[in-house]
């Protein structure tokens, strides 16, 4: 059974930091493309962040570049997420995702290509 449990979210201050992690089991991690999404309140499920199987092709939104970063640790089966200069409009429901495919820039920002999802860590941003 796999799963994926997201943790490191919370309160944090406009400007502040948060270092999501995401530990997978239940599958071959290094196999899995990871992504990070994240869902506001009426919103649609964003794109956030992707990171090929053995880490070396990252992507990000220019909105994100310079401010968050992609990384995992197949030896411990976690990806993480560190998100600086955090602001409101970064408060959401961030989850986590895995897609058992070869990265490529043209489908890893697709929510629909990732097989497994994890129940995702809430961050909220106050001014």
């Known amino acids: 059974q796999v799963q994926l449990v997201e943790s490191g979210g919370g309160l944090v201050q406009a400007g502040g930091s948060l270092r999501l992690s995401c530990a997978a089991s239940?599958?071959?991690?290094?196999?899995?493309?990871m992504g990070w999404f994240r869902q506001a309140p009426g919103k649609e499920r964003e794109f956030v962040a992707a990171?090929?199987?053995?880490?070396?092709?990252?992507k990000l939104p220019d909105s994100m570049k310079g401010r968050f970063t992609i990384s995992r640790d197949n030896a411990k089966n976690t990806v993480y997420l560190q998100m600086n200069s955090l602001n409101p409009e970064d408060t959401a429901v961030y989850y986590c995702?895995?897609?058992?495919?070869?990265?490529?820039?043209?489908?890893?920002?697709?929510?629909?290509?990732?097989?497994?999802w994890g129940q995702g860590t809430q961050v909220t941003v106050s001014s």
């Open positions: 995702a895995a897609a058992q495919r070869v990265f490529w820039h043209y489908w890893v920002s697709r929510p629909e290509e990732y097989a497994f």
């Open positions: 239940g599958l071959t991690f290094s196999s899995y493309t």
């Open positions: 990171i090929s199987r053995s880490g070396p092709s990252t």
